[in-house]
């Protein structure tokens, strides 16, 4: 099946600090949406992306679609304490509403 | 706003119980899915279901069962817990074609 690569796995910053992590698949996708979860909830939609180059903002947050529609970076600006928790890419293919689930990036924000 | 509910947020059972996770949707989504989450392993499709009555194995299917008997409601069903099934369960829903809505998830422990 698809896979998709999520990277980093986990990530300690500065508050203040700039934050990107990125997705990559050897398929290619029609959309690209991000998710947030904080623990004991589950995922919160941030971003969707449904076109490739799409380059979208949600406040501090800055998602784009790759032009290859296999890859696709979210940014953070400015990080604050209430950002931690575990990011999720997610991407769906042709056909179906079926979503494949990057494993999560884990954002931790030192004070 | 999309609201997507499940009926506990956290349950102990024991090996060998029947258990059933409900989960309701209030934006008459036809879509509706379970996933489970485990450490490292990220998120897991277990069925899926298009409209009333009709359900999809996903990716890890074996162990549990579905029903869905009303377009809002979505049931997973443990015929026989084990212990290998203490995860934390999540529901969503989607209209066709746009994004998944999660609920806040049933952390299930079966000892």
């Known amino acids: 099946g698809q896979q998709l690569n999520q990277s980093p796995q986990s990530m300690f910053i500065q508050e203040g600090e700039d934050v990107s992590m990125n997705c990559t698949s050897s398929?290619?996708?029609?959309?690209w949406l991000w998710y947030k979860q904080e623990p004991g909830e589950g995922p919160v939609l941030l971003i969707a992306l449904y076109k490739a180059g799409e380059l979208t903002s949600n406040g501090r947050l800055t998602a784009q679609f790759g032009i290859t529609r296999k890859d696709s970076f979210l940014n953070i600006s400015a990080s604050i304490p209430s950002d931690v928790g575990i990011y999720f890419c997610a991407g769906r293919g042709g056909g179906a509403d079926g979503l494949t689930f990057g494993k999560g990036t884990h954002l931790i924000i030192q004070p | 706003d999309v609201k997507v509910t499940q009926s506990s947020r956290y349950l102990v059972k024991r090996t060998g119980e029947k258990v059933f996770l409900e989960c309701v949707q209030d934006?008459?989504?036809?879509?509706m899915f379970w996933y489970r989450q485990d450490p490292g392993l990220g998120l897991r499709l277990i069925y899926f279901s298009y409209d009333v009555k009709m359900k999809e194995k996903g990716d890890i299917p074996e162990g549990y069962s579905v029903s869905r008997e009303k377009k809002e409601r979505f049931s997973l069903i443990l015929e026989s817990a084990s212990t290998n099934q203490t995860s934390m369960y999540l529901c969503?829903?989607?209209?066709?074609?746009?994004?998944?809505?999660f609920g806040p998830g049933t952390r299930l422990t079966v000892l």
């Open positions: 969503a829903s989607s209209s066709s074609g746009s994004t998944q809505y």
């Open positions: 398929s290619i996708f029609n959309t």
């Open positions: 934006m008459d989504h036809e879509n």
